[in-house]
């Protein structure tokens, strides 16, 4: 195993045994019916004295689409009949940036995450191998790219933004990296994930 994947096997394990209080979500703004997704966090075993050290894959989706178009998201979908939620990440993220799936070690779930369009988002924590080379569906993204993982999981490099919407203020997160606007769920999804694995910085 990587020093990476090692250390986050460790993190995950210790940080779903303990309580994690401002865990976010959009609950309250979501309908009642919500449909079930998954998302995949995938950390590339990248050294971190190796330039940039370990990223994480993200998709930035075409403006077309009716749902998050032009959003950055983490590789990930609706999760289908007779589907869990790793099944369902690892397909999105086969079809949409054609991830082999022999090059992902699954570390496990984290806190889900539902959004005020209804869906309730599993996040499926895993590490892959560094320097594959991915091609973006053209059907589901615009392009994809690799933010550090230091960058994402860091507080410093957030910021907290607020908007009208669905006649209230709306309190989110959004950082920026190489041009990309990394904001709303994608966000939430990796605060969450700070603050359960214990990232120094988030409380």
Do not use: C
């Not at 998050?68 to 369902?88: K, M």
């Not at 869906?119 to 590490?127: C, E, G, N, V």
């Not at 309190?171 to 214990?198: C, K, P, S, V, Y």
Request: proline share 6%; aromatic share 6%.
């Amino acid at each position: 195993m990587s020093a990476i994947r090692d250390r986050l096997v460790d993190m995950h394990l210790r940080g779903h045994r303990r309580d994690v209080h401002g865990i976010r979500s959009e609950n309250e703004m979501a309908p009642e019916t919500r449909r079930d997704a998954a998302v995949l966090i995938a950390v590339t075993e990248r050294a971190e004295e190796d330039g940039p050290g370990p990223g994480v894959f993200l998709i930035e989706r075409p403006a077309k689409m009716r749902n998050h178009g032009g959003q950055v998201a983490l590789p990930g979908g609706a999760i289908d009949p007779g589907e869990n939620a790793v099944q369902a990440a690892l397909r999105e993220a086969h079809e949409e940036i054609a991830l082999p799936l022999s090059a992902v070690h699954v570390i496990g779930p984290t806190d889900r995450y539902v959004t005020g369009t209804g869906f309730s988002i599993t996040p499926i924590l895993a590490t892959v191998s560094p320097n594959l080379k991915l091609r973006a569906n053209p059907a589901e993204v615009d392009e994809w790219f690799e933010a550090p993982l230091s960058h994402l999981l860091d507080p410093a490099s957030w910021s907290t933004r607020s908007l009208f919407y669905r006649g209230r203020d709306r309190q989110f997160l959004e950082t920026h990296w190489d041009g990309h606007h990394i904001w709303g769920a994608t966000a939430g999804i990796f605060a969450n994930l700070a603050m359960r694995l214990g990232w120094e910085g988030w409380d």
